[in-house]
């Protein structure tokens, strides 16, 4: 997990609220990306990110947003659209072929 | 389409044991695989990876994996468990024609639970 900072560990919101997870990290890594994690299903792509203010939709976008505005951070926002935000959330980073992962994020929404 | 299957959802083994937690992969070239592990509510720790070579790779913890082409798996293995390798194991690849390209997506396996009992 070094060098991979995501925050908060744990999260609650009521349904109808936005909320923004935090990734940052501080590899000098160029590639971001976060994945979903469900019980029983491994990890689902969201949202990815060669290089600041360029992003592409993972396999699992819709309700989700993301920005990358620095090359040391790529905040995702679960917008009121996603229909079952509760989940745990986990940011990686990337270089050539390999891929590190943050502490992740478990976000619970009642 | 690349993709990845980890045919048990769960695996039990005693202590002291040989393990094997199985994978088998799909991609449209060739591929890099990973094995990665999880521990309760947190993030992902690299295993090992196969790119190229030696088609038996070690990596960490004692673990090792075999690349068999044929039959396109990439079994995960360890001659004698402990109970502390309890975990979420996670199997992913990468068709190699990414190469070069820091954007290359990992596919990933839904894991399989081990459990090691004493």
């Known amino acids: 997990d070094g060098g991979i900072t995501q925050s908060p560990k744990y999260l609650f919101r009521k349904e109808g609220q936005n909320v923004t997870l935090s990734c940052e990290q501080n590899?000098?890594?160029?590639?971001m990306y976060w994945y979903r994690q469900d019980p029983g299903q491994g990890l689902r792509l969201i949202y990815y990110?060669?290089?600041?203010?360029?992003?592409q939709k993972g396999d699992i976008a819709e309700g989700y947003s993301v920005s990358r505005e620095k090359k040391e951070s790529f905040p995702l926002t679960v917008t009121s659209a996603q229909k079952n935000p509760t989940a745990f959330y986990l940011c990686?980073?990337?270089?050539?072929?390999?891929?590190?992962f943050g502490p992740g994020t478990r976000l619970t929404v009642t | 389409a690349q993709s990845v299957a980890q045919p048990e959802d769960q695996v039990n083994v005693a202590e002291g044991n040989p393990l094997t937690v199985k994978c088998t992969y799909s991609v449209s070239g060739n591929p890099y695989l990973f094995w990665y592990v999880q521990y309760p509510n947190r993030g992902l720790q690299f295993l090992l990876k196969?790119?190229?070579?030696?088609?038996l790779v070690k990596g960490s913890y004692g673990f090792e994996a075999e690349f068999n082409k044929s039959q396109t798996s990439f079994h995960l293995k360890k001659p004698s468990a402990l109970v502390s390798d309890s975990a979420l194991y996670f199997c992913a690849v990468r068709d190699r024609a990414d190469r070069g390209s820091t954007l290359g997506r990992l596919y990933f396996g839904r894991g399989t639970q081990l459990t090691v009992w004493p």
């Open positions: 590899l000098n890594h160029d590639a």
């Open positions: 196969y790119i190229t070579g030696d088609n």
């Open positions: 990686a980073t990337g270089i050539y072929y390999e891929q590190y």
């Open positions: 990110s060669q290089i600041v203010n360029d992003f």
